[in-house]
């Protein structure tokens, strides 16, 4: 019989491979509701996953499988698979959300937009700036799935926004169970109330969550990703809501709302008051490492460095933020940096130590340029005009910079060879959504 430990390790929509399970473990599933179902299933004469909804495209073996979600374990087309029970019943609290924190007007508006929304199980895009305090404005919402005694699933493509969100919702959910999970994860997954994840992990889940909050939606690895897309559709629940939220969305979640698929909020003005950082272009007549550090480029940081001002410094690929790491060591041997990038297996605490000013700055790649939140910086992206840089990503990145009360006149600067189309319309963007928030 399995312990309650390891029942909650099982519970809550979660798919399992039958051929995985031990026959006592299955029987006790089977006993609390589990169903059992084929692994695949056709339509249009085609092959799909049931656990990822991806076609299987036949293979020269004898053994067919799916190779979409083979990352969390093979599926083979005549197994079965085993999707858990999601009536959990969970216990009800005299006081949910913890909170002493003060919406603006703009967020207010918001919230009850959304929870017009939540009353109304219709899906909702929250069309935010960044800084516009998209987290505060979920924490009523939340709140009111919880009264209902209903699960809650908050979602990333980056890890490193779930990692940041986890301790904040802790906090103003203190009495809640909340779990993070992710492929870095080092704790198993058991039920709970609450559930931070990367997309990713939504593929192991069907009709789970009666309210599905998805931040970033138009980051990558999720943009454009019919998979992952997918899964977020089978893993709400059919009475639930998807809250999508955004500074950039894609065209396609804007078109559903064209269509009245989905509804809308809109904040253009951060939850400070003051304008986006619009950001100061500078032309570089030589490559960034012309005479070691270009001397344009050289000047700044040195009077960065000087001033003792943290600074980030975004590159569009590694191998030019390894060189350029190295130029800056020479250069400036006593300045205390590092250096961060998806391959980088000590990002998190690389990030942890720049946020508690342990060091002065901190270079990296695109990885950075969404869902962490700095205080009292300078953010410079170097060679702006690289394809690595899309309009949305320099945007977010700009974001990065003049968040808090006390630093939102923090600097921007892109430095570039030569001016292209990205470079002015995320310049234009920035500056449209400033114009916008005064009027």
């Known amino acids: ?13 979660r798919i399992f491979n039958l051929a995985e399970l031990e026959q006592s473990e299955l029987e006790d599933l089977i006993s609390l509701g589990s169903q059992i179902v084929s692994a695949t299933f056709k339509k249009n004469n085609k092959l799909f996953c049931r656990r990822c909804l991806m076609e299987i495209r036949k293979l020269p073996i004898e053994f067919q499988y799916c190779r979409n979600c083979i990352n969390l374990g093979k599926i083979k087309v005549n197994d079965r698979l085993v999707i858990t029970p999601t009536d959990v019943k969970y216990p009800i609290q005299s ?56 699960r809650v699933a908050i979602c990333s493509p980056r890890v490193d926004v779930c990692i940041e969100l986890f301790p904040r919702i802790q906090q103003v959910f203190p009495n809640t169970s909340v779990g993070l999970f992710h492929g870095k994860s080092e704790e198993n997954y058991h039920l709970t109330q609450i559930m931070l994840a990367t997309v990713h992990q939504l593929i192991r889940f069907e009709q789970a969550f009666d309210v599905l909050i998805i931040d970033e939606v138009d980051s990558y690895p999720l943009a454009g990703n019919k998979m992952l897309h997918q899964a977020i559709t089978k893993a709400k629940d059919n009475q639930g809501m998807i809250v999508y939220l955004s500074a950039t969305p894609p065209k396609e979640l804007l078109i559903a709302v064209s269509k009245h698929q989905v509804t809308l909020t809109k904040l253009y003005q951060r939850f400070h008051g003051h304008p986006l950082p619009e950001p100061r272009c500078h032309l570089l007549l030589k490559q960034l490492e012309f005479l070691g550090i270009n001397p344009r480029l050289r000047s700044k940081l040195t009077q960065l460095i000087k001033n003792g001002q943290r600074f980030m410094l975004f590159f569009p690929q590694i191998p030019i933020m390894k060189s350029f790491a190295e130029k800056l060591h020479k250069l400036y041997p006593l300045l205390n940096f590092v250096t961060v990038s998806s391959k980088d297996q000590h990002r998190l605490e690389k990030v942890q130590q720049f946020r508690e000013q342990k060091v002065q700055a901190i270079l990296t790649t695109t990885i950075l340029e969404r869902g962490v939140t700095f205080k009292k910086i300078t953010v410079i992206v170097l060679a702006a005009q690289a394809k690595e840089f899309s309009k949305t990503s320099l945007i977010q990145i700009a974001g990065r910079a003049g968040r808090g009360k ?3 006149d923090d600097e921007v600067h892109f430095y570039y060879q030569y001016y292209n189309d990205q470079i002015r319309l995320a310049c234009a963007e920035i500056d449209y959504l400033n114009r916008q928030a005064k009027s």
Request: net charge neutral.
């Open 95 to 150: 006081n949910y959300l913890v909170w002493d924190g003060q919406l603006t007007t703009n967020q207010q508006k918001g919230v009850r937009e959304l929870l017009r929304a939540f009353d109304k199980k219709q899906d909702h895009l929250v069309w935010a700036v960044t800084g516009a305090g998209k987290t505060e404005m979920i924490f009523p919402l939340i709140e009111q799935a919880l009264f209902k005694q209903q």
């Open 406 to 408: 006390d630093s939102y």
């Open 1 to 13: 019989m399995l312990s309650m430990k390891n029942i909650n390790e099982f519970l809550g929509g």
